[in-house]
């Protein structure tokens, strides 16, 4: 049955079927002195949500209930979770290197499962180890503090309303990006700053600011940098998010706005991801790229945004007929009756692309590649439009 978990049973073990947040069937699992221990070390991500949300609540006493991590949702395997939810995109390896050479045919079995799949697994493993290492040298705790510091959000989404309001086209989020895994380095000059200032000059709405180093030869300082230099309009902070951990270091460093990816995030980490966004004024945008992944999203209470990626992320290819079909029958019209703001990605080089997206219903595009490339931005985003769209 659809929603259900397979689980294996263990002597001593009960299950008793409860509501999950879908209204589907989960199971809670209880511990007889019988069983097995269920350590919570076993599920990294669910206990440091736990964690997280327990000091949060803290501080949000209204939030306490929204945010606590039930015991059913302790004792589910996240993998399980993940595949009920469609979800391909493993956290992380699931096996470890050999204990010991047992043979070429043996050797291979037990590495198998370590070889990412595509190209947004294979970032998502590297993102884990990456998030994890940047944890134990600045803990939660420490990272709260520095949001005292940090500069008031800035609305993101009102800014894209007021773009489409002014220009009658869908406001842009233009994409601060130097690289990509697809298309390798689109920018050799890349001056972070003056990118910006080009594509807010040239009437950019907000701004996307790509953080991994890795793949994209980004970083959290560009992030930073374009902040403090003064650019006015709001950043959403364009990386591949496992972790609370890593909105609040984004929040820390000048973001207005995080992106939250369906593919990589189960139901649960939505909402609870979306909670801490609304707790520090952060706009969340979260991206769909199938049928599947906007039924989840719009599933989900408190979406105010959701960005329709024209790219496949397994493998890569753009079909921007994408947007028009998840916006079609039913699901448009939920997302009208909601008011959400969808947002279309990839694959948006003309002003006829741009027009398609429109008529299918969003009323914003985020872009990089066609405006990043220009030497002019502020003429690359006129091109882009087929008309001047600055102030």
């Known amino acids: 049955m659809e929603g259900l978990l397979s689980l294996k049973t263990t002597p001593g073990v009960s299950f008793k079927s409860i509501p999950s947040f879908n209204n589907r069937p989960a199971f809670l699992i209880r511990r007889s002195s019988m069983s097995l221990p269920l350590r919570r070390s076993n599920f990294p991500a669910i206990r440091a949500q736990q964690s997280e949300t327990e000091t949060i609540s803290t501080e949000r006493e209204g939030e306490e209930d929204a945010l606590k991590v039930k015991e059913w949702e302790v004792g589910m395997f996240q993998n399980e979770v993940a595949e009920s939810q469609g979800i391909r995109i493993r956290r992380r390896p699931p096996t470890g290197p050999p204990l010991h050479y047992v043979g070429p045919f043996e050797f291979r079995l037990q590495n198998e499962g370590n070889t990412p799949r595509n190209i947004l697994e294979e970032i998502i493993w590297h993102k884990d180890t990456e998030v994890s290492k940047r944890k134990e040298k600045k803990p939660l705790v420490a990272l709260k503090k520095l949001l005292d ?156 945004l959701i960005g329709i990626n024209n790219r496949n992320l397994e493998t890569f290819e753009v079909d921007i007929s994408n947007t028009k079909k998840l916006l079609e029958g039913e699901r448009g019209q939920l997302i009208r009756q909601k008011d959400i703001i969808v947002v279309g990605e990839s694959g948006l080089f003309t002003p006829e692309d741009v027009a398609y997206v429109q008529e299918a219903g969003v009323k914003a595009v985020l872009v990089g590649e066609s405006i990043v490339k220009q030497s002019d931005p502020c003429k690359g985003i006129a091109g882009l439009f087929g008309k001047d769209i600055s102030l």
């Open 149 to 304: 510091n940090a500069p008031p959000t800035r609305d993101f989404v009102g800014s894209l309303k007021a773009a489409h309001s002014r220009t009658g086209l869908p406001g842009l989020i233009a994409e601060v990006k130097k690289a990509s895994p697809s298309r390798g380095i689109l920018r050799e000059d890349f001056d972070p700053v003056e990118i910006a200032r080009a594509y807010e000059k040239g009437g950019a709405a907000c701004l996307s600011v790509l953080t991994d180093e890795k793949y994209f030869k980004g970083s959290f300082e560009n992030l930073e940098a374009i902040r403090t230099a003064g650019v006015k309009c709001p950043l959403l902070c364009k990386e591949f998010v496992i972790d609370a951990w890593q909105i609040y270091y984004a929040r820390a460093k000048g973001a207005d706005a995080i992106l939250l990816i369906a593919a990589v995030l189960p139901d649960l980490d939505i909402k609870y991801m979306v909670k801490i966004c609304k707790m520090l004024g952060l706009a969340a945008l979260v991206e769909v790229h199938d049928e599947r992944e906007m039924d989840r999203v719009l599933g989900i209470e408190g979406i105010e």
